[in-house]
Nanobody, 122 residues
Framework: VQLQASGGGLVQAGDSLRLSCAASGRTFSTYALGWFRQAPGKERELVARIMSGGTISYKDSVKGRFTISRDNAKNTVYLQMSSLKPEDTAVYLC?????????????????WGQGTQVTVSS
């Protein structure tokens, strides 16, 4: 599976952005999908995940502001981000894998996109 993320950019606090991650492969619908982010000097963190059956969960700090969705017909996962804050500034990476890789602290998804930079100015 190859993942290609897009949609990042420089925005002001309070603005919105939509990230997209297009995937190759015929088994896209069977994968759990997620968006991680990594800010300079900080560890990579899971922002949102969506399982193959549609179950969704979010990092507490983005609940109510971010929405993850998937379109299996287009092999694409999205992250709609609104009310952006400077602390959301990071490289955002999409990932795909089995569901345990999105709930474990020691096992990580095997497939990653290249990352897209999101910068939120105050």
């Amino acid at each position: 599976v190859q993942l290609q993320a897009s949609g990042g950019g420089l925005v002001q606090a309070g603005d919105s952005l939509r990230l997209s991650c297009a995937a190759s492969g015929r088994t896209f619908s069977t994968y759990a999908l997620g968006w991680f982010r990594q800010a300079p000097g900080k560890e990579r963190e899971l922002v949102a995940r969506i399982m193959s059956g549609g179950t969704i969960s979010y990092k507490d700090s983005v609940k109510g502001r971010f929405t993850i969705s998937r379109d299996n017909a287009k092999n694409t996962v999205y992250l709609q981000m609104s009310s952006l804050k400077p602390e959301d500034t990071a490289v955002y990476l999409c990932a795909a894998g089995s569901w345990p890789s999105f709930v474990s602290s020691t096992v990580f998804p095997p497939y990653w996109g290249q990352g897209t930079q999101v910068t939120v100015s105050s």
